[in-house]
Every structure is written in structure tokens, then in C-alpha cells.
């Protein structure tokens, strides 16, 4: 895959404190955007410390935040949604008369929860058409990215499963990772209804995810972050140098 023309490249930032950078980058894209509607898609992992960096002025009852993926467990330890309502920036959205879109199990299946995952962010599009989507993303030591795993499905499936017509797809790969039960927003989601994607990656052991994801050539079904170069803005934030 090569980079898309007719998007601007994409951004990336080196600093020693890349959560503090992006934190402060976040809130002032919220700030510059004060008024509109947003939805912000959150990663799990270590990308949840960035929302600690967000100012909490820059938070209003005009957002809307979800995950960019969910493990499918009840276990609190495990699902994202519930790490999310244990950050300080749960607190802060609780303050400031955020929404938020579960993605807790509550006795769904992972298709149940897929669809209805589908559905509330495709009512949020509808309900608020100029609104704007903003996603918060990790990048694995695999290359992978929200919660799309390379190696799981042939490329043709993988191309039917995350770059469809889909915004919200399930994957189930029990050799892959300690979390193999899944539910993740797409490839294709990320390419045409995400307005900015900011991308954290710290520490050596994501050197060569990340190089293989910068590169000009490689394929994005070995490495599904490289879709960032074909979204309407992306920035990487980063210690690696």
C-alpha cells in the first residue's frame, strides 16, 4: 500500500514525554473545536495514560467518547470500557456532562455487542452529520492497531472483514495474544469517517512496528496501522527515535 496522494502525509512528533505531547495536542484539537460535536475513539493499553495529559476545560457535554476496540470478557481487568471508567478522565468526562457509547458484555454474545456497537456510532453520525471523530490508537509489536491482528484471516477475508462496508467488526483468534475474543472498529472506518487519528508508540521493543508501519512500501494485511496513511489526518507520537 502506498501513500494515499490526496491525503496530507503523516505527522510524526518525537519527544521524550510522548503522552504529554499528544495529551496536549488533544486538547487543543478540542480546544479549536469547541462547540462542534465529537465522538473520540480511545484505545486500551498503554495508550489510556495519554487521556491523564487532556484538560479537563478543553471537555464539555458535547462529547461523545467510546473505545476503539473491546475485548469481549466480563472480567473488568480485561474489557476496555471498563478500564476507561477507571482513568481520572472518566472523572473528568463524568464532570463535565459527557456521553459515552458501553461496550460492556451484559450478557451479549460478540456478535450482539458488535452490532450494537455499529449501531450507536452510526446513530451518532446521523444525529450529529458535521460532528467530528477523532481516534486515539495504539500500535502493537506486531503492527497491529484498535483491535485488527495480522495473521488471523486470509487477505481476501481480511479485506471483507476490515476494509467493508462495516464500521464495527468480531474476530475470535485463540493463538493470537492473551485477549483473542474481540470486537474492533475497521480499517475502512478509520480511512473514511475518522477525521484525525493520533498514534501513540512508546518504547524500543515498537521500533520496528513502527518503522514497517512508516515505511513507503509494505502491505497493510501484515501490518494493519499502515491505514493510517490513507486517513484524513494522522499524527504519531513518539519516543523512538
Known amino acids: 500500500m502506498k501513500n494515499d496522494s490526496t491525503r496530507p502525509p503523516v505527522e510524526v512528533l518525537v519527544a521524550d514525554e510522548p503522552r504529554e505531547a499528544l495529551g ?24 489510556l495514560g495519554v487521556l491523564d495529559h487532556i484538560d479537563e476545560e478543553n471537555i464539555s457535554s458535547h462529547m461523545t467518547v467510546a473505545v476503539t476496540d473491546e475485548r469481549v470478557s ?34 451479549r454474545n460478540s456478535t450482539e455487542l458488535r452490532d450494537a456497537f455499529e449501531l450507536a456510532i452510526r446513530k451518532w453520525k446521523s444525529d450529529f452529520p458535521k460532528g467530528i471523530i477523532v481516534g486515539l490508537y495504539g500500535i502493537g509489536e506486531d503492527g497491529h492497531t484498535a483491535g485488527i491482528i495480522p495473521g488471523v484471516y486470509s487477505k481476501a477475508d481480511f479485506d471483507v472483514r476490515y476494509l467493508g462496508e462495516r464500521y464495527v467488526e468480531e474476530f475470535e ?32 521493543r515498537k521500533a520496528s512496528a513502527l518503522k514497517a508501519t512508516l515505511s513507503a512500501e509494505g502491505d497493510i494485511h501484515d501490518t494493519p496501522a499502515r491505514i493510517m496513511h490513507e486517513m484524513r489526518k494522522a499524527y504519531v507520537f513518539t519516543d523512538i527515535l
Open 173 to 204: 483468534a485463540v493463538d493470537k495474544g492473551s485477549f483473542p475474543f474481540r470486537v474492533t472498529t475497521t480499517l475502512s472506518f478509520m480511512r473514511d469517517m475518522v477525521d484525525v487519528g493520533y498514534f501513540f508508540v512508546q518504547g524500543e
Open 74 to 107: 466480563d472480567d473488568l481487568d480485561i474489557n476496555n470500557y471498563a478500564q476507561l471508567q477507571a482513568t481520572h478522565f472518566w472523572n473528568k468526562l463524568v464532570r463535565s456532562d459527557a456521553y459515552s457509547i458501553p461496550t460492556e458484555l451484559l450478557g
Open 24 to 47: 496536549a495536542a488533544i486538547s487543543d484539537l478540542f480546544e479549536r473545536s469547541s462547540g462542534n460535536e465529537i465522538l473520540f475513539l480511545v484505545a486500551g493499553g498503554s495508550s
